[in-house]
């Protein structure tokens, strides 16, 4: 199967950014387009390591923008489509969430329609194409205290962010069934690992212990998330693009559940260590606030199915992953800074302009 031109869409975000580095240094013959709007969760300080490889290539464009999107297809003729960029965001949802219904689902009809139009003419597929979708497992919705998200549960989405990215699944799918498009999807849990932007739970508390500034924790902290390191989650995308097959989804997860209170008190603990203060020092910053409207009380996959068809599995323990994560916000000071001050925004933009 010929999947040498991909599009990586997102790939100047969180996961988005692993994934490119992985497949430009992992793949040397593969062409890489990255194709991002570089929203506030853009960064292509992500990939200052491998921005002047050979097989990776930059476009700045917007996936809601049908004209733009059919006009890349039509240029450059891609192999495959590894779809990251979306809203990703679950309270930015709740306060706006028809940015979510544009991007999340308008912006995956658009690729949908451009993949579509390129790869099948008079009903025949071309051979050796591949649309990857990367969803969530929050579009299956809130456990109680037990049970696990197989790729058979039914969808029950909870929140705007979440409903977008249940609908663009049913789409892929629908294009699958209907056009027969060679598509293939899976469904992650939590993320966490370097180069996450400090919105989200485990940055922004890195952020705001270093500074010490409070900790916010919704609620009383009692909702578990099933965290996994980004890298294992990048090389489960890499499995399932090259190995997955055609029209099925898979569950990725990291089987390791973490109520948010505990999970917050060890990470205190890790930066009162790395730090060097008095044990308890970081924990005092622990502030409990205003719940998140409707928020999913647990989420855990069961990703037997990717393990046992694929031979994935998770590879970090997450006391060693979460040190690993520290380190680096520690390390990298500079990004943390560029991205809360805002200054990456204008900074990267324009240096991508002056080319
Ligand atoms: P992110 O918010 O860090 O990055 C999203 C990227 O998409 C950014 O680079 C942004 O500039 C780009 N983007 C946004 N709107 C765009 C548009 N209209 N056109 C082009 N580019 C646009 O997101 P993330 O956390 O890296 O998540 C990536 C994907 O993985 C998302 O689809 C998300 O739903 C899914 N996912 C995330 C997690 C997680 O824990 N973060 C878990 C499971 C699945
Ligand atoms: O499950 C996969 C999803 O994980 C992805 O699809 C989303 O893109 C990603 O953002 C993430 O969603 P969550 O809402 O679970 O992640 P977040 O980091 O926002 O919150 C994690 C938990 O921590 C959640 O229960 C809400 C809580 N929380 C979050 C923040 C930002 C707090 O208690 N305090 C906070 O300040």
């Known amino acids: 199967m010929s999947k040498s031109t991909i599009i990586i869409t997102g790939g100047a975000g969180f996961i988005g950014s692993h994934v490119v580095r992985r497949f430009v240094n992992n793949y040397p013959d593969y062409k890489i387009y990255n194709f991002d709007n570089l929203t506030y969760a853009g960064n292509l300080a992500n990939l200052k390591d491998i921005e002047l490889k050979s097989n990776y290539h930059f476009i700045k464009g917007d996936i809601t923008d049908a004209a733009f999107v059919n006009k890349l297809f039509a240029d450059i003729n891609p192999d495959a489509v590894i779809h990251l960029a979306a809203e990703s965001h679950v309270d930015r949802s709740i306060t706006n969430p028809l940015e979510f219904i544009m991007t999340n689902i308008v912006g995956t009809v658009n690729l949908l329609n451009a993949a579509r139009h390129t790869w099948i003419k008079d009903k025949k597929v071309s051979s050796g194409k591949r649309f990857y979708h990367i969803s969530t497992d929050e579009v299956y919705g809130s456990l109680g205290n037990t049970g696990f998200f197989t790729e058979n549960t039914s969808y029950d989405p909870r929140s705007p962010y979440s409903a977008s990215k249940a609908s663009s699944d049913h789409l892929v799918m629908a294009y699958h069934h209907t056009y027969h498009l060679p598509v293939v999807l899976s469904n992650c849990s939590n993320n966490y690992g370097s180069h996450h932007f400090p919105e989200k739970l485990i940055p922004l508390a890195i ?110 323990q997450f006391e060693e992953g979460l040190e690993k994560t520290v380190d680096w916000y520690l390390a990298n000071d500079a990004w943390l800074q560029q991205v809360t001050s805002g200054e990456y925004m204008t900074y990267y933009q324009h240096q991508y302009d002056a080319r």
């Open 207 to 316: 952020n705001n212990i270093k500074n010490m500034k409070p900790v916010p924790v919704y609620g009383k902290g009692e909702n578990v998330r099933d965290w996994l390191y980004v890298e294992d989650h990048a090389r489960a995308i890499d499995v399932i693009f090259h190995k997955g097959k055609e029209g099925e989804k898979y569950n990725v997860g990291g089987n390791n559940e973490w109520k948010n209170i505990d999970l917050i008190r060890l990470l205190c603990s890790v930066m009162d260590k790395k730090l060097n203060r008095k044990e308890g020092t970081s924990a005092s910053l622990i502030t409990f606030v205003t719940d998140r409207p409707g928020h999913d009380l647990r989420y855990a996959i069961d990703s037997t199915k990717l393990q046992n068809e694929l031979g994935w599995k998770p590879s970090l």
